[in-house]
């Protein structure tokens, strides 16, 4: 089809990588894949892929923007843009009414601040500790023999009563856990508490902030709903969701895409 304008975002992150075209004004394809040690072969695999799967060729694409923690390994992207900057503006193209974006990704958490149209006025960022993040949350779920992607459906098995862990160390939290299960406490409260401490770690970020909503979160964790509800008990407020359809982990990739498609008008008129 002629006159339609697609543009591309790359986002490589820590744990996983994404791509989205963006297609005029919605959302045209993505993918999602694991991030490996070898990202600049990884970007252009994830791209292949999502063209293929559309259908879309290379030559249809007008410009492309890597983002991520591994976004200067995007060699064939035009421009790159850090994932504060993907996060705000995936998140608002998507969800017009969201002024704080808590992204929640393998190896940080980042809380962005928009104003009502969209400017970035603030951010903060947890990168230093593993604690509170999809790969600690991982780490845990191997401990107690299941799967990351089970820890939602442990969460809603019961009242919420979450058991309070005070360790602050992954490592020692992973202890505390493992004593629990030995002293036969059920998985339910056990796994409710694990997702209160990232809750705990995620309110006191946003607090730096100043809490305006409408609050939305990104980023793979967001796709936890024992983390989504433990933080909205803690925040006090209801998060906002994405339509039907849009994966909150591809956030990223659709800014860098959105950003690339207006790159491309404000330089092509
Ligand atoms: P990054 O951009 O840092 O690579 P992502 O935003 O892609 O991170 O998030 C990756 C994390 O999301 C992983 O640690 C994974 O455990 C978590 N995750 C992905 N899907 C799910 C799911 N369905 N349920 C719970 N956690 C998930």
Redesign the pocket.
């Known amino acids: 089809m002629k006159d339609r304008l697609i543009t591309a975002g790359i ?1 490589i ?4 990588s ?1 791509a989205a075209l963006w297609i005029d004004d919605h959302l045209g394809a993505y993918i ?1 894949g694991p ?1 490996t040690t070898n990202p600049r072969e990884t970007a252009r695999e994830c791209y292949e892929k999502v063209l293929q799967d559309s259908g879309i060729r290379a030559d249809e694409v007008a410009y492309i923007f890597g983002t ?2 591994g976004r200067a390994k995007v060699s064939f992207a035009d421009e790159n843009i850090s994932e504060l900057s993907a996060h705000g503006k995936g998140a608002k193209t998507l969800l017009p009414s969201a002024c704080t974006i808590i ?6 958490t980042k809380v962005v601040l928009l104003d009502a149209g969209g400017r970035m006025l603030e951010y903060v960022m947890n990168d230093k500790c593993a604690a509170g ?3 600690f ?2 780490f845990i779920a191997r401990s107690l023999g299941i799967e ?2 089970g ?2 459906r442990l969460h809603a098995n019961g009242n919420y009563q979450p058991v309070r862990l005070s360790s602050m160390c992954s490592v020692f939290i992973e202890s505390e856990v493992i004593n629990l299960v030995n002293d036969e406490v059920p998985l339910t409260p056990i796994v409710q508490g694990l997702h209160q401490s990232v809750a705990i770690r995620v309110a006191a970020l946003v607090k730096r902030l100043g809490l305006v909503e409408d609050v939305v979160v990104t ?3 967001a ?2 709903a024992g983390v989504v509800d433990a933080l909205e008990r803690k925040l006090g407020v209801r998060l906002k969701t994405f339509a039907d359809g849009i994966d909150p ?1 591809i956030i ?1 990739a659709v800014g860098a895409a959105v950003i690339a498609r207006e790159k491309y008008l404000k330089q092509n008129g």
């Open positions: 986002d992150g820590s744990t996983t994404k999602i991030s991520g923690y992204d929640i990704g393998g190896q940080d993040t999809g790969r949350l991982e990351v992607k820890l939602a980023g793979g964790v796709k936890n982990q990223g």
